[in-house]
Nanobody, 126 residues
Framework: QVQLVESGGGLVQPGGSLRLSCAAS????????IGWFRQAPGKEREGISY????????YYVDSVKGRFTISRDNAKNTVYLQMNSLKPEDTAVYYC???????????????????WGQGTQVTVSS
């Protein structure tokens, strides 16, 4: 069974940093594009970043541009989300998702992804 597992979440003070990891088991990530999503209580799931299978196309939602960096290490079968300058409004459960896609169209649309991790909680609070 295909699995994605997120890790690296936790409690951090405003202005702090966290690095989330998304590791795959039972399949190799190198042919999949990866999206990071987050869902805060009472809100819809939001696509925040995307990296194509080759790493050549990267996108961010405006609210995280300049603060978050997505990257991938196909040799380690892992995708990362480096989150800096965290704000209380970044508090959410963060999910990674994988899809086979020829294009990056609709990268922030959750239903276009095939596989999902279980999520990791990120809480930004003093």
């Amino acid at each position: 069974q295909v699995q994605l597992v997120e890790s690296g979440g936790g409690l951090v003070q405003p202005g702090g940093s966290l690095r989330l990891s998304c590791a795959a088991s039972r399949f190799t990530l190198d042919s999949y594009a990866i999206g990071w999503f987050r869902q805060a209580p009472g809100k819809e799931r939001e696509g925040i970043s995307y990296i194509s299978s080759s790493g050549g196309r990267i996108y961010y939602v405006d609210s995280v541009k300049g603060r978050f960096t997505i990257s991938r290490d196909n040799a380690k079968n892992t995708v990362y989300l480096q989150m800096n300058s965290l704000k209380p409004e970044d508090t959410a459960v963060y999910y990674c998702a994988a899809r086979r896609a020829v294009t990056s169209s609709y990268w922030s649309t959750a239903r276009t992804y095939d596989y999902w991790g279980q999520g990791t909680q990120v809480t930004v609070s003093s």
